[in-house]
């Protein structure tokens, strides 16, 4: 009886001492991660609406096209 109280005793005590140790920090790692994630994220999509828009390029038509001579 008295062995099985301290195996009990013992199993709990490790599986405490695991949740407390290994578990519960990931959990806070991952959680505070994902959250800094986000923010990030809303930081970019804010900076990209406050950006002005800049025009698309136009493509260079023929005629603008401006002869050059090669210099020897």
Known sequence: M???IITWAFIITFLYRLFVRFILPVFHVTRATSHKLREMQDQMNNMQQKMPQRPKPTKRKDDD????????
């Open 2 to 4: 008295l062995w099985r």
């Open 65 to 72: 096209y401006i002869e050059y001579e090669e210099v020897k």
